[in-house]
């Protein structure tokens, strides 16, 4: 195993008898296990502060390190983003002590939501950086749902896209028309300054580099802007419109989003998971990291307010620009370390996004009329079935 924590030391403390423990993907941000308690104690037996967790058969356990495990070296990462979680997932799942961040309309709709299936929280300790939560079972991730071998019908991916696009937008109006205090609670609920900090360092500071080493022309300006607008959003997030905002998952890739177990007559239910980046933050950030993976854009007339266009527009550049480097999309010797014509191609088509989103150019039309590089590279992966677990819209 490569964990980086003692689980069983710990789980010793709450379980009273034996139980298994099965290394589950935790990406580069945490430590994640499945637990199998062998011999789950009866109602009556258990103590009554942890019934819940002594009385079942299996859950997960997520431990987050002081750091950020990507290639080259360690980042230090702020545990704080394990309570952002945990409160995240107290919000949803009803627990009474969230009942006064948001007015019972908003709580309702979230709250209420049949074919999405979230973890529940079941114990949180802040000083071990350990969050305890309901085991899902054996999930399959969206994309091998997809495009399995038995795909599924084209009306249970419709249901389900429709399913997951009603969540994502019920969670990102919930803070909308807020009171002023309310809404600043709220913010300040979900506030991870640590998590902010490493998603500038790692994604906004270094674009002029980026844009540079792909001979972008405007890679010097284009850099700056970016950099202006980013620090003037985080300065004054605090106090801006609440439609200007939206409460977001924060981490919307492709690899956080599961298809249920399910009976083939009953609609699809589907997993959202990982919510250690929830926060009040913009508009298009869900939608952009969403559709960045699965290499599709035909929604984006669909956004009908200017402002969360601008949004989207800015973060999906940005992704892309980013996201050229570091996913695979194509088989060119190196690429990482000397981008070849396809990488140049993404960041080319990045930087164009990102002057529509700074208000660089207007032309959205002859944007959305490109000859999509990322559309072109994700459908050459599928057709080469170079890898197994393929996630292109075909």
Not at 288 to 310: D, H, I, Q, Y
Request: net charge negative.
């Amino acid at each position: 195993m490569s964990l980086h924590f003692d689980f069983p030391a710990y789980l010793s403390t709450l379980l009273p008898g034996s139980f298994l423990i099965e290394e589950l993907d935790g990406g580069r941000v945490n430590d994640t296990i499945r637990v199998r308690v062998e011999d789950p104690l009866d109602d009556h037996d258990a103590d009554p502060e942890l019934e819940l967790l002594q009385t079942l058969r299996s859950f997960v356990a997520k431990h987050a390190p002081p750091v950020l495990r990507y290639p080259g070296p360690e980042i230090q990462f702020s545990p704080l983003r394990l309570t952002v979680e945990a409160r995240a997932l107290a919000l949803l799942a009803g627990d009474p002590s969230t009942d006064t961040l948001l007015p019972p309309s908003a709580l309702r709709l979230l709250r209420d939501h049949p074919h999405i299936v979230l973890p529940n929280p079941l114990l949180y300790s802040a000083d071990a950086h350990v969050l305890l939560v309901t085991d899902l079972g054996n999930l399959t991730p969206l994309p091998d749902w997809l495009f399995a071998a038995r795909a599924p019908k084209k009306s249970d991916a419709a249901r389900a896209g429709k399913e997951l696009g009603t969540f994502l937008g019920t969670l990102h109006a919930a803070t909308w028309n807020l009171p002023a205090d309310a809404s600043h609670a709220f913010r300040e609920h979900f506030t991870n300054e640590d998590g902010d900090k490493v998603l500038y360092e790692r994604t906004i500071a270094p674009l002029s580099d980026t844009l540079r080493i792909c001979d972008v022309p405007d890679a010097d300006s284009l850099g700056t802007t970016l950099n202006e607008v980013w620090i003037a959003f985080d300065d004054q997030k605090s106090t801006l419109p609440s439609d200007r905002i939206a409460f977001c998952h924060g981490d919307m890739w492709y690899t956080n989003v599961f298809l249920m177990p399910r009976d083939h007559d009953q609609p699809p239910k589907i997993a959202v998971v990982d919510w250690e980046f929830a926060c009040v933050g913009r508009l298009g950030l869900d939608l952009a990291r969403f559709t960045l993976v699965n290499g599709f854009m035909s929604a984006f007339p669909e956004l009908r307010l200017p402002f969360a266009a601008k949004s989207f527009a800015l973060l999906y550049g940005l992704h892309i620009c980013n996201g050229s480097f570091w996913l695979s999309w194509c088989d060119c010797a190196d690429a990482h370390e000397a981008p070849c014509s396809h990488t140049r191609a993404l960041v080319y088509y990045g930087a164009a996004w990102l002057r529509y989103g700074l208000d660089l150019t207007q032309d959205i039309e002859r944007l959305l009329s490109f000859d999509d590089p990322l559309q072109n590279l994700v459908r050459y992966r599928c057709e080469r079935a170079t890898f197994p677990n393929c996630w292109a819209i075909p």
